[in-house]
């Protein structure tokens, strides 16, 4: 069965960095797409980025870029996601999702409240 | 940059009416990367249909989906108690790489 396991809630300060992780089993890791999608309170869906854990190639949203990392660990099959300094702006729930072309499989979500 | 405009913005319908819901391109999309998802409060979206009309693992097949080019609809037949919640259609192909629409709000009347 695959699975997206997600990290937990968050709660940082404006300023701090912060790693949220995606942890998945159930499939071969290194042979599927792995993407980020953002979703602000009361919100739609937006894309931020994904990568390709087999050899780390990277595709941004432009809106995205330079605002967050992305990287995978191919020895534990996870997903990363980085901060460098959060602001308010990122507080969101952060979802891992699963393919190219479409998303078909999704993690449960990681909320990060920014809050000074 | 693609942009995928929903409508409508809510949908008010009862139980077992069908519903017919309407995603707009502002580019040619292809058919082969258009998909649906259904998010329902406090959960993750789950995949609906990918390549314009094929439903994913599990879906019913009171739900399917049609169009081509620029105009793409999900249609829901016999409406559930389930099935009232956000539907968002997705692209995948041209800059930015995905992109989602706004979303349809079906909710019971």
């Known amino acids: 069965e695959v699975q997206l396991v997600q990290s937990g809630a968050e709660v940082k300060k404006p300023g701090e960095s912060l790693t949220i992780s995606c942890m998945t089993s159930g499939y071969i890791f290194t042979n599927y797409w792995i993407g980020w999608v953002r979703q602000m309170p009361g919100k739609g869906l937006e894309w931020m980025g994904t990568?390709?854990?087999?050899?780390?190639?990277?595709r941004n949203s432009p809106s995205f870029q330079g605002q967050v990392t992305m990287s995978a660990d191919k020895s534990i099959s996870t997903a990363y996601l980085h901060w460098g300094s959060l602001t308010a702006s990122d507080t969101a729930m952060y979802y891992c999702?699963?393919?190219?072309?479409?998303?078909?499989?999704w993690g449960q979500g990681t909320l990060v409240t920014v809050s000074s | 940059e693609i942009v995928l405009t929903q409508s409508p913005g809510t949908l008010s319908l009862s139980p077992g009416e069908r519903a017919t819901l309407s995603c707009r391109a502002s580019q040619s999309v292809n058919s082969r990367y258009l998909a649906w998802y259904q998010q329902k409060p406090d959960q993750a979206p789950r995949l609906l249909i990918y390549g314009a009309s094929s439903r994913a693992t599990g879906i019913p097949d009171r739900f399917s989906g049609s169009g081509s080019g620029t105009d793409f609809t999900l249609t829901i037949n016999r409406l559930e108690p389930e099935d009232f919640a956000v539907y968002y259609c997705?692209?995948?192909?041209?800059?930015?790489?995905?992109?989602f629409g706004q979303g349809t709000r079906l909710e019971i009347k």
């Open positions: 997705q692209q995948y192909g041209s800059s930015p790489l995905y992109t």
């Open positions: 999702v699963r393919g190219s072309g479409n998303f078909d499989y």
């Open positions: 990568i390709y854990p087999g050899d780390s190639d990277t």
